[in-house]
């Protein structure tokens, strides 16, 4: 009753109550309002499979996110979150993951142990991605219009080619690269020869 409660204080715009074949709540869709952080309430709900918090003004997650461990659908896109936090990695049935449109710069080391039908991180502040990226197991990857796209560091663009190489639906196209050789500098070559 909390939790509804909580709701009434609340102007939405659009509000979606999913309901199961008992009449429990299946699921929870929240848009277009300014709740600004998840509430605790929302753990009371048994068995919530998806949750929907579009364009709510969240700045963060909070640490029991893993409590909701039925939860297979999680949309938090059109928001102002910058990282995830670890615990994220413990849901074990979270299939699909949306986290487009917020301001996330880097990802839990742990994070490629989930696995996806579709992780979407495009229209983020990714600059790079974490070597154990490379493990993720998804069907379908998101990350365009992120940093990474512009000009990757060396790190960053193995992991990518790597993961393009091993997926085939990942939407990531990377700048050229090229590598200009400066003037020989005849004096370094022989000391570094020297060193070898």
Known sequence: MEFFEEL???EFEKLALILDENNAIDGIGIQNCN?????????????????????VNLESLPGWIDE?????????SNNKLESLPNSIVNLKYL???DLSHN?????????????????????NNLSTLPFSFLEINADDIYLSENFLNN????????IIERLKSIHD???????????????????????INDLI
């Open 8 to 10: 009434l204080n609340y």
């Open 35 to 55: 709740i600004g952080e998840i509430s605790e309430s929302i753990k009371k709900i048994e068995k919530l499979n998806a949750l929907i918090l579009d364009n």
């Open 68 to 76: 909701l461990k039925h939860l297979d659908f999680l949309c938090l």
């Open 95 to 97: 299939g699909i993951l």
């Open 103 to 123: 301001i996330i710069t880097d990802l839990p080391e742990s994070f490629s142990h989930m696995e996806f039908q579709i992780l979407n991180l495009s229209d």
């Open 151 to 158: 000009d990757p560091d060396l790190r960053t663009r193995f």
């Open 169 to 191: 639906n990942i939407d990531v196209e990377l700048p050229k690269f090229e590598f200009e050789f400066g003037e020989r500098n005849d004096k370094l070559v022989n000391r």
